[in-house]
């Protein structure tokens, strides 16, 4: 039992600097507004109390002057304020362009981690610390919210949506994760824990996986539901070419521009009529309900990696797909963060020296694939 | 001031007798018994959930409830103490009471549609008993999407339905209210010689009428979602759950001005009396109670800056809930400036207006770092949100309602309360109050999230403490009902102005009203407030004489 409680949180990330800054200050300010009133209430209160039955007071000036001051005083002193809070706000908003992606999944009542290079863990989640990390989230469920207090941040994680959020863990320790919007029954234990590491110790850690990496386990999807019989890339293609799209604005049928983002790609499996790229038809089947949160996140991620300059997979025969490879190893060149040594996989696994069959290299066109063909633009 | 021994002959409490002549009353302060006595009922159902959550707390692991019952224990809180006891605390009792005989009416515009509200409150009150005993409701009061609609395998449906026939209550007492002061205020009677009391009853029932059917809508698209399976918002029916949270925010936050600003009314009536002196401001405070109403209906997006809604939305939301916080800035400056030079006395209702002040502006200035998206990225759904809605609610509502209730009680009942148990619950509330709530700021800010059953260690000794106040709040709670109760029949008989108050409701109805409120209409001929600046013996003459002489006294001008 600890009898001395604590009183205020660990603070172990560079966003958190700023929150605890603004705490402070609007405990400043508002400490000092409200003791000031509370000093005038409490003299006045005492001086000016009954001192017997039939008392009565003079009678009161009001003074137009002191009124409006008080109106309008507030008013001036809450845009600075704003300004300061929105800053805050904005400041931690944006992900730095460097930041590593780890996608998230809430269900009940767990929290789910699917890394870059192929890592899945529950309810724990390990980073490096020093490095901007990005947090790509969904709900299988309910809604349900990622809350780091040490690192202050919070958002929600809400079912058929992509939200997401970031963090620099700025000291190695271990850090409570919670769910902090109420999903049903063990809600409460709907916790975990962040294992922020050292750079070298987190090396280590990832080497310890061995699942291929999360965009090979998206192309291996791609080409096990064949999208690429129709986004094939050719000039007879029914659906447009997937490569170098992510990111890109481009025009619907209905003459609207839309902006590629993780929210378009669900929106465009689970909903395919709800936005259609100009100039095609409208022929693709819905996948709603034939992927689960994880699978769909793979497919995002492989299409970002086609996105930046990787080629889209040419349509394979072997059933099996792409074999898993050890991780560490950065196979689709996607990874902002590249461990130079990897170890071999561990668990048993294909060793590293598999043969891509699927993977092109970069920038240099598959034999299958003619020279990326119109992009729904 | 010579105290009258024996109530009048005949008066509204003695007017009838039966249970006919009470449950089928248009009189208007039969109908605030009503009110008082089933909201009393429900307040005590609430805090006995509140005081197991409070048990369960003791202790990291929880060892009293298993997680379901602990979640259906704060939905029942949450869903009986907003809405079957803050929305219609002070409106539907005090204000019932109180408008007719504060405008110098009869009684309310519609009598048999007040009768009827209070029945509607009824069913929906019965209806929520029902689902609580057969199975519980376990979505928290904000029954949130798709949890609510797709995954919650408890009585939701039934539960939306009685917050839905609850709404027309709260609409239909909204409704009286507006007309009663819009077309029945007595010969005189200005709008701005009106109590801050109607000023706030006023707002309060604008928010009612144009808010509480967007809360019907919303539970409505609930049910029709869960029984038909109609998506409206559980995006795997191809519904948008966030829109659930706009259009629930767009009711329940301006209902938390519906908790609060009868409260902060009764507040300006009760520091005058005590201060013996005109509210200061009186026409910056009266307004400012509509600007209130009129700018709570623009800022629900702040309960929403990490539910994914666009941060552009937040910053404006943001704005517009730092603006919010101006009139009520502005309400407290002036309470404060009324003590000034005045003739404070500490009876019971005034420590309470004390404990208000204090505890309001906490909860208050709170309210600015929630309202911050910068703070709100780390606040957001944690103890701190908690302790911020205590102090507007418990530390503000509450204090206030206790604060109106002690006030008018010799006016209600023609007894006075003890003094001196008045005093000290007041002071053990305060105590209490504090106690429990305070901790929960720091917990907040700590991280620990609410609707937790179970939780980390480090949280425990802040919990211990809170869960120790709210053992002391909990005797504060009991301590009036005992007493109040035990004045009905025991207390001594209240003079007709036991504090010496401005208003129609003392100065024209006696030691307490007849079935009819006033013999004869009162003319108004002076500002409200206007405190005596000459000897209170030599108004008191003036007024026997002229009661004397069978006319109505005329309301004493102030020079």
């Not at chain 2, 937040?314 to 730092?322: A, K, Q, V």
């Not at chain 2, 109760?485 to 030691?511: F, M």
Request: glycine content about 8%; aromatic content about 14%.
């Amino acid at each position: 039992m600890i009898f001395v409680p604590q009183l205020f949180p660990e603070q172990a990330s560079t966003g958190a600097v700023w929150i605890d800054y603004f705490y402070f200050f609007m405990l400043a300010l508002c400490g000092g507004v409200g003791l000031t009133v509370t000093v005038f209430i409490t003299l006045f209160a005492v001086k000016y109390r009954r001192r017997y039955d039939d008392e009565i007071p003079p009678e009161s000036h009001e003074s137009k002057w002191l009124e409006w001051g008080w109106t309008i005083f507030p008013f001036v002193a809450f845009v600075p304020v704003f300004f300061f809070s929105t800053a805050v706000y904005f400041k931690n908003a944006t992900p730095p362009a460097n930041a590593m992606e780890i996608y998230v999944t809430g269900r009940q009542w767990m929290w789910k981690f699917q890394h870059l290079d192929g890592q899945r863990e529950i309810n724990t989640l390990h980073v490096p610390v020093g490095k901007p990390i990005k947090l790509v989230m969904s709900s299988e469920d309910v809604i349900h919210s990622f809350f780091v207090p040490a690192f202050r941040i919070h958002m929600d994680v809400v079912p058929k949506k992509t939200t997401t959020t970031w963090f620099e863990a700025t000291k190695a320790g271990e850090y409570h994760l919670f769910c902090s919007q109420y999903c049903g029954t063990e809600h409460a234990n709907m916790i975990g824990t962040v294992y922020v590491m050292e750079p070298a110790d987190y090396e280590k850690w990832l080497a310890q996986a061995s699942f291929g990496g999360m965009a090979l386990r998206g192309q291996n999807l791609f080409n096990k539901l064949a999208c690429n019989s129709c986004h094939t890339g050719d000039a007879q293609a029914r659906a447009p070419y997937l490569s170098n799209i992510y990111g890109k604005t481009i025009q619907t049928d209905a003459g609207e521009w839309v902006t590629v983002d993780e929210n378009y790609i669900r929106e465009s499996i689970y909903k395919p009529n709800a936005k259609i790229a100009a100039g095609y038809a409208g022929i693709m089947p819905t996948y709603e309900g034939q992927l689960s949160e994880e699978e769909l996140q793979t497919l995002i991620v492989y299409l970002k990696a086609i996105g930046s300059g990787v080629q889209q997979a040419p349509p394979i025969s072997n059933p099996q797909g792409v074999q898993p490879q050890p991780a560490g190893k950065n196979p689709d060149g996607t990874l902002p963060f590249k461990p130079d040594s990897a170890k071999p996989g561990t668990a048993g696994t294909e060793p590293a020296k598999q043969p891509e069959p699927a993977k092109p290299a970069p920038g240099q066109p598959a034999p299958t694939n003619p020279a990326p063909a119109k992009t729904g633009k | 001031m010579t105290p009258e021994n024996a109530l009048p002959k005949e008066h509204y409490l003695n007017h009838g007798y039966g249970w006919k002549s009470w449950l089928l009353t248009t009189d208007h302060k039969r109908i605030a018994w009503l009110y008082l006595v089933s909201i009393t009922l429900m307040f005590f159902l609430g805090g006995f959930a509140a005081f197991l959550i409070r048990l369960q707390l003791l202790t990291p692991q929880g060892e009293i409830l298993r997680n379901d019952t602990y979640n259906k224990m704060f939905t029942m809180h949450g869903v009986v103490m907003i809405f079957f006891f803050l929305i219609p605390s002070i409106p539907a009792t005090l204000g019932n009471f109180l408008v007719p005989l504060m405008v110098g009416a009869k009684d309310l515009a519609f009598p048999k549609i007040n009768l009827i509200s209070w029945y509607i409150f009824i069913i929906g009150a019965l209806y929520v008993l029902w689902i609580i005993l057969s199975g519980g409701l376990e979505t928290g009061w904000t029954f949130y999407t798709p949890y609510s609609t797709s995954y919650s395998t408890s009585n939701v449906t039934a539960a939306t339905l009685g917050v839905f026939v609850l709404g027309f209550s709260s609409i239909l007492t909204g409704l009286n209210f507006i007309v009663t002061i819009h077309k029945m205020r007595a010969p005189g009677m200005t709008w701005f010689r009106m109590p801050l009391l109607l000023w706030a009853l006023y707002a309060t029932s604008l928010i009612q009428i144009l808010a509480t059917p967007v809360l019907a809508i919303t539970m409505v698209l609930v049910a029709v979602e869960r029984f038909a399976g109609v998506g409206i918002f559980d995006p795997a029916l191809g519904g948008d759950p966030i829109l659930y949270q706009h259009m629930f925010w767009f009711y329940s936050h301006p209902a938390v001005y519906i908790m609060i600003l009868p409260g902060m009314g009764v507040i300006s009536e009760v520091i005058s009396c005590f201060a013996r002196k005109r509210v200061f401001g009186y026409k910056f405070v009266a307004v400012s109670s509509l600007m209130i109403a009129v700018f709570g209906f623009l800022v629900w997006g702040h309960h929403m800056y990490v539910s994914g809604m666009s941060p552009y939305a937040g910053m404006t939301f943001s704005l517009i809930s730092y603006l919010v916080a101006v009139p009520s800035a502005v309400k407290t400056f002036n309470w404060t400036a009324t003590l000034y030079k005045g003739s404070v006395s500490y009876d019971t209702p005034m420590l309470y207006v004390l404990g208000f002040l204090g505890l309001f502006m906490v909860g208050g200035l709170t309210g600015l770092f929630l309202a911050s998206m910068g703070l709100d990225q780390h606040l957001h759904d944690t103890y701190f949100v908690i302790a911020h809605f205590h102090f507007i609610m418990v530390g503000g509502a509450v204090m206030a309602y206790f604060a109106g209730i002690h006030f008018w009680w010799p006016k209600m009942t023609g007894r006075m309360y003890p003094e001196a148990w008045g005093r000290l619950s007041a002071m053990i509330l305060f105590i209490g109050f504090i106690l429990t709530f305070f901790p929960q700021f720091i917990l907040g800010y700590m991280g620990m999230p609410r609707r937790y059953s179970v939780y980390v260690p480090e949280f425990q000794t802040l919990n211990v403490l809170s869960t120790a106040g709210s053992t002391i709040l909990a005797v504060g709670y009991v301590m009036p009902l005992v007493y109040m109760l035990w004045s009905l029949k025991y207390g001594e008989i209240a003079p007709a102005n036991p504090w010496r108050a401005k208003g129609l409701e003392w100065e024209a109805t006696g030691p307490i009203p007849a079935w009819d409120n006033f013999p004869v209409t009162p003319t108004v001929t002076e500002d409200a407030y206007n405190y005596p600046q000459r000897p209170v013996a030599e108004i008191e003459r003036e007024r026997a004489a002229g009661r004397a002489e069978g006319r109505m006294p005329e309301l004493a001008s102030g020079d």
